[in-house]
């Protein structure tokens, strides 16, 4: 159980457009689902905590109108990078949150790779 | 506010070699500890974990007990294999919480 899917798991895509980033719980209802970034050889950053139906709360720095998140329904949470630049260029990990006994832990998925060229 | 550290990195070891990573946390109350393993171009996994003190984590060979008296939460393995090159981050979540702190990740490369 406790399964987190991404997808794409690899996006290439060319400055200026936008990219999707889906995120799924597979087998339980996330009431919060968290977004991070990841640079090459270093920690997981938190770039926002998401809750179903609601506005993402957004860490300081973190331009919400460049990556809007939206979380929509209980197994699923998407993170669009808007008018990407080769900055934006990093490994985007979700998590989902853990439920009732389990809800101090959180469940990740395998990550996104995003390449703007 | 909480948060968690962990010994820098890279460690490099010989196969069968005995590991220990250290990881000491600043929370309050009583946190859930966390150690996570990352395969290089993959995502996180959960290599164990501990909700209370004097509970140890255990998991493929790796332990940690989770020490009040000493906030820490080392990671250790017995006999490392190659297969165990990856990066190791310790994490936490506050009490009642799981709002998730890491550590800067340590990584292990075991070579034959």
């Known amino acids: 159980g406790a399964v987190v899917s991404q997808h794409p798991s690899r996006v290439i895509c060319k400055s200026g457009t936008s990219v999707k980033i889906e995120c799924r719980s597979l087998?339980?209802?996330?009431?919060?689902m968290f977004w991070y970034r990841q640079f090459p050889k270093q920690s997981l950053m938190l770039m926002a905590t998401?809750?179903?139906?609601?506005?993402?709360?957004?860490e300081q720095g973190v331009e919400k109108d460049k990556f809007l998140i939206n979380h929509a329904s209980l197994t699923l949470s998407t993170l669009t990078v808007t008018s990407a630049h080769p900055e934006d260029s990093s490994f985007y990990i979700c998590?989902?949150?853990?439920?009732?006994?389990?809800?101090?832990?959180?469940?990740f998925g395998p990550g996104t790779r995003l390449t703007v060229t | 506010g909480d948060s968690v550290t962990q010994m820098e990195g890279p460690v490099t070891l010989s196969e069968e070699a005995f590991l220990t990573i250290n990881c000491t946390y600043t929370?309050?109350?009583?946190?859930?500890l966390f150690w996570y393993v990352q395969y290089p171009g993959e995502g996180l996994q959960l290599l164990l974990k501990?909700?209370?003190?004097?509970d140890k984590g255990s998991n493929k060979g790796f332990e940690a007990t989770y020490r009040k008296e000493t906030t820490s939460f080392h990671l250790e393995k017995g006999s490392v294999q190659v297969s165990d090159s990856a990066v190791y981050f310790c994490?936490?979540?506050?009490?009642?919480?799981?709002?998730?702190?890491f550590g800067a990740g340590t990584r292990l490369t075991v070579k034959p």
């Open positions: 998590s989902a949150g853990g439920q009732g006994d389990l809800s101090y832990e959180q469940y």
């Open positions: 087998d339980f209802q996330a009431t919060t």
């Open positions: 998401s809750n179903e139906g609601s506005k993402a709360t957004y």
């Open positions: 929370a309050t109350g009583y946190p859930s």
């Open positions: 501990a909700t209370k003190a004097d």
């Open positions: 994490a936490l979540t506050p009490y009642n919480n799981n709002d998730m702190r």
